[in-house]
């Protein structure tokens, strides 16, 4: 089994910063996809930012040139640096990662437990 385990979340002020970091750990072989969505009150999971094990990376139109993604493949961890938050960037934050266990099998997408980010002022 895979797990992944989020820190980095809380509340800011309007325009303030906060540094996400997601660690997988468990059987792991490789890790391709690794992302971050957010769910906020009332509406869908989205997705934020990803990056690949190539370090290509994308992101929602909203956080675009505000956040940051990116990963350490020797520590199996992703981050997201957010600056200059608003108020709409207010979500539960997941990561996710594409892990292949076994040799020869598939990679499976697991999910991080959600950590909270507020903006408020």
């Known amino acids: 089994q895979v797990q992944l385990v989020e820190s980095g979340g809380g509340r800011v002020q309007p325009g303030g910063s906060l540094r996400l970091s997601c660690a997988a750990s468990?059987?792991?072989?490789?890790?391709?996809?690794m992302g971050w969505y957010r769910q906020a009150p009332g509406k869908q999971r989205q997705l934020v930012a990803h990056?690949?094990?190539?370090?290509?990376?994308g992101y929602a139109d909203a956080v675009h040139g505000r956040f940051t993604v990116s990963r350490d493949n020797d520590k199996n961890t992703v981050y997201l640096q957010m600056n200059d938050l608003k108020f709409e960037d207010t979500a539960v934050y997941y990561c996710?990662?594409?892990?292949?266990?076994?040799?020869?099998?598939?990679?499976?997408?697991?999910w991080g437990q959600g950590t909270q980010v507020t903006v408020s002022s």
């Open positions: 468990g059987r792991i072989i490789s890790i391709a996809d």
């Open positions: 990056i690949r094990s190539d370090g290509t990376k």
């Open positions: 996710t990662a594409d892990v292949v266990s076994e040799p020869g099998t598939m990679g499976r997408v697991y």
